[in-house]
């Protein structure tokens, strides 16, 4: 007997529609555990990020605001009609890099493959613009958001312990994370 193949997900991707979209972007669950947090360690001269045990484990919650950032384009992903996912970005002329602003899956349908979608779509768009990376921040504690990162191709770059001063998490150390964007885009399976 052959097992089953899971069941794939009909994710609809299309561009955000503020009148419509706003709300259900706003109500998207962002909420992360972890148990684990990348820190800033100094060797000599040097500087190293990496992972650190935190106890008792975090849960945080990102509260959304969509008027705080220079965003220009977004998506949004939709399972059986109900907005699941966002992503914003804007292209830095200068430099061609693709910039995300905000990317969330709501927190019932992470791991679903609309983080994913997501990208895809959003990545889809700056090869057009003729963008040559892509590159997000997110927090050192958010360790799930880092790793989901990581699955999409991304790689840490850098990273800022000064960029959260003055907020709610100022003791938080900002994560850089990029990858490049291959100018061609990946031909679909041959059936």
Known sequence: MQPMKPRPFDWTVRAFDAS??????LHID???????VHAPRRHGDALILEPA????PQRRHFPLDLAADAWTHGSVALLDGRVCGFIAWALENWNRRMSIWHFYVDLPYRRMGAGRVLL???L??????????AW?????ANQ??????????????????????GTSTENDIAVFLAR?????????PHS
Do not use: K, M
């Not at 045990?53 to 008792?56: D, I, K």
């Not at 490049?180 to 679909?188: C, H, Y």
């Open 53 to 56: 045990r935190v106890t008792p």
């Open 124 to 133: 889809d768009w700056a090869r057009r613009a003729g963008a040559r990376c």
């Open 20 to 25: 419509r979209d706003t709300d259900a972007v």
């Open 30 to 36: 962002t909420t992360y555990s972890t148990d684990e």
């Open 136 to 140: 997000a921040e997110t927090s050192g």
């Open 144 to 165: 799930p958001g880092i790793a989901a990162y990581r699955r999409l191709g991304f790689d840490i770059c850098g990273f800022d312990s000064t960029l959260y001063f």
């Open 120 to 122: 895809d779509s959003a």
């Open 180 to 188: 490049t964007i291959d100018p061609t885009p990946a031909s679909p």
